[in-house]
Nanobody, 130 residues
Framework: QVQLVESGGGSVQAGGSLRLSCQAS?????????IAWFRQAPGKEREGIGAYARGSIYPYSYVGDSVKGRFTVSQDNDKNTVYLQMNDLKPEDTAMYYC????????????????????WGQGTQVVVSS
């Protein structure tokens, strides 16, 4: 069964940190080439933040330019979980955060578009106050 469940959102003051978790079902975690993080603020398009990829040899992670230097993506294979560590949070980081995965054993995790992602979690809300 395909399942992605986000957690860890909440309210924090500017400059603070949060760590979001995306726990995948074992099937999803083992068969997904990658798992990505997106966010969507009210009235805005969904924005790709970062992703963890299994890689052909070694796993790797990457983040988008808008959060580079503040956000990092990591994973715990034993827990089937991908994390989004968010530091130095700003009010403009306020959004609903989602994790997503492409079809099993296929596809990649581009941050520039949502097309190609087959599975999405329900989201976790992050609110950053100034």
């Amino acid at each position: 069964q395909v399942q992605l469940v986000e957690s860890g959102g909440g309210s924090v003051q500017a400059g603070g940190s949060l760590r979001l978790s995306c726990q995948a079902s074992e099937y999803t975690y083992r068969t997904s080439n990658c798992i990505a993080w997106f966010r969507q603020a009210p009235g805005k398009e969904r924005e790709g933040i970062g992703a963890y990829a299994r890689g052909s040899i070694y796993p790797y992670s990457y983040v988008g330019d808008s959060v580079k230097g503040r956000f990092t993506v990591s994973q715990d294979n034993d827990k089937n979980t991908v994390y989004l560590q968010m530091n130095d949070l700003k009010p403009e980081d306020t959004a609903m955060y989602y994790c997503a995965a492409p079809p099993a054993n296929a596809g990649s995790c581009p941050l520039s578009r949502t097309e190609g992602y087959k599975y999405w979690g329900q989201g976790t809300q992050v609110v950053v106050s100034s």
